[in-house]
Every structure is written in C-alpha cells, then in structure tokens.
C-alpha cells in the first residue's frame, strides 16, 4: 500500500500478447506495458507465444513497476489471468505471476479474463450495469449481471467472431496485418464490394454458429467467381448483423439501459455503427471501451485483481491451476449487487 491507496499488479498472458499493468484502488492507471507475439505466417503458436512470453516477461513487468515509479514492495497484490486462454500462454504467465507472489510475499489474486474485458469497460466508460457484448479473437458471447454473476445469454457455438474475420483474411491474401488504421482489413475491403452474396446466416434465439459463414465464403473465394470484395462485404454484412440479431433479443429480455461493446473486435467502427443504431431503437445507451483497452492488456487484469483483493478474494500460488476453458458464468462477482 502506498500513501492508504491500495495497488494491484496484473498480468496477462491468456493469447498472443503478454501484457503487465499496475492500477490504484481509484481506478488509476499507473502503468501499461506490453508486448505482443507476432508469427511470421499463419495464426498463433502456442508454444511458440509462450515462448515468447517467457522472453519477455521479466522486462516487461520491470518497465511496469518504472513508469509507475514503483517498486514490488509497493504492490498490494499479484493478480494473473488464469483462464480462458490457450494453455501454453497462461501457464507462462502463472509461473511469473506465482514466482513473484512467492518471492515477495504477496497474495496472489486469480483473474478470469472475460470477467477482466468487462470490468475495464464498465471503469472506462463508466457503464453501470450494461448488457455486455463481448467479441474477440477467441471469445463471442452476450452476457448481463443477475444474481451474482455475469450470465450468459448467448454465444458463438463454434468459433469466434475475431477468429472468424482473421481466418477469412489470411486465406484471402488480406492479412497479416489484420488491422490497418484502426481498421481490420476484411472491413477495409468490404468498403470497395457493391453485391451482397447468398452466404449462412445462422443465428438460434441469442446464440450464433460462425464456422458455416467462414466455410461458404472460403469456398466462393476458391471458386473465383465473385469480386473479393463482394465475398468481403457480404461475409462482413452476415457476420455483424448475426451477433446485433442475437444481441438485440437479449437486450429485449433483459431490458438492459446500457450496452458495453468489449473485447479486441470493439474497435471495428461499422460493428459500433450498427449496435448504435440498434440500441438507439431501444432508448438505452452505447458504451464501447476505449480502442487502447479493447484488447488484451495488463491493466484489465490489474483492475479486476483489485476489485477481487478488495472482496477477499486470492489464492494460495500452489493451487493457482490455469483453466483454458474457464466460463464467464462461474465467477462470482461480489462487487455488484
């Protein structure tokens, strides 16, 4: 604790970045530092992110403590993403995050990361109680807080929303990079199509399956007889206006006044542009988090640790396990009634 402000350190390491991020029980952000694994071709390694991570974390969480002008002797708690992820990334930040607890004497406080992606929306944006619209690169779900606990009310059953877009844009010799500018480049690409296409559209009741969509409009690409840009823009167009179906039902059963759009894929401004006029039929209201903290980083990690610590919540290092498919719906939240 410094001067009565409790401070918590997060890590993150559930996929291709490992991040450390250093926060204050005000919701201050002290520092955020990161770094992100990049193949030369083809998606994430595993074994080789966790490489990675490893090179890279003890720099990482050293620049940390500097920018907050900090030491470890000044840190509260460790917290540490323990799930979902892939396995090989986390269990390389768990073994950072347990040897510093360890070492230093410090409690050590487990993070579920989509519980993280949420938390640092609601500071960010200052949503109270929001339906969450949560998509990235490894997650797609729709969830709201009732009970004590986030609830899901729909989800991908296949793959996920950001994979999706990923994969389409590296068959179609789109990417890497899939973001340029601020945009990912099935949506730069989308911009030039004039057709829409027939391709899936598969949604049940709040629940969307994505793997159809991909496998059809890989196979018109294949086929070569529809414009890039066409197949884009339709994959697109079929892609986002599922995930605004599913989400505009859940937001009719909830009766939710808020929306947070969360997670790597948040920053697509037609994504945002669609669910804009989409709650706006519903009076509530639109909070996107912040481009910078949209992805995976520290900082999200550190917030929620905080908020967790504050509760009680912490675990002894030795039974710290990762958890690749560690659920959203399992993990109490004390912090709101």
Not at 265 to 272: E, K, N, T, W
Request: glycine share 10%; proline share 4%; charged share 20%.
């Amino acid at each position: 604790m410094l001067k009565g402000r409790t401070i918590v350190l997060g890590i993150e390491s559930t996929a291709h970045t490992f991040g450390c991020g250093i926060v204050d029980e005000d919701g201050n952000i002290l520092a955020d530092v990161r770094d992100t694994y990049v193949p030369e071709k083809g998606g994430i390694h595993p074994r080789e992110a966790a490489q990675h991570h490893s090179n890279v974390s003890a720099e990482i969480v050293a620049k940390a403590l500097s920018e907050a002008g900090l030491t470890i002797n000044n840190v509260d708690a460790i917290a540490i993403a323990l799930g979902p992820g892939l396995g090989p990334c986390l269990r390389a930040g768990a073994v950072i995050a347990r040897a510093l607890a360890i070492h230093y004497s410090k409690p050590l406080v487990p993070v579920n990361h989509a519980v993280a992606h949420i938390e640092i929306g609601k500071l960010l944006t200052g949503a109270k109680d929001p339906l969450v619209v949560y998509v990235s690169g490894g997650n797609t779900l729709i969830a709201a807080f009732s009970g004590g606990r986030y609830r899901v009310f729909g989800e991908t059953l296949d793959i996920a929303l950001g994979n999706c877009l990923d994969v389409f844009a590296r068959e179609a010799g789109l990417a890497p990079p899939y973001v340029i500018k601020g945009m990912h480049v099935v949506d730069l690409c989308a911009e030039k199509g004039s057709k829409i296409i027939d391709l899936p559209y598969v949604v049940k009741g709040e629940d969307l399956s994505y793997s159809g969509l991909l496998t059809a409009a890989l196979k018109k690409l294949s086929e070569g007889k529809e414009k890039l840009e066409d197949i884009c823009l339709s994959f697109r167009e079929n892609a986002y206006n599922m995930l605004i179906e599913a989400s505009e039902r859940a937001l009719a059963h909830t009766r939710k006044k808020e929306v947070l759009l969360t997670g790597g894929v948040a920053a697509s401004p037609i994504l945002q542009n669609k669910l804009k006029l989409m709650v706006k039929e519903h009076n509530a209201s639109l909070h996107v988090t912040p481009k910078k903290y949209a992805g995976d980083n520290g900082v999200m990690i550190a917030w929620t640790g905080l908020l967790m610590f504050k509760h009680g919540i912490t675990i002894e290092p030795e039974e710290a396990f990762v958890n690749q498919r560690w659920r959203l719906d399992e993990v109490d939240i004390p912090w709101m009634k």
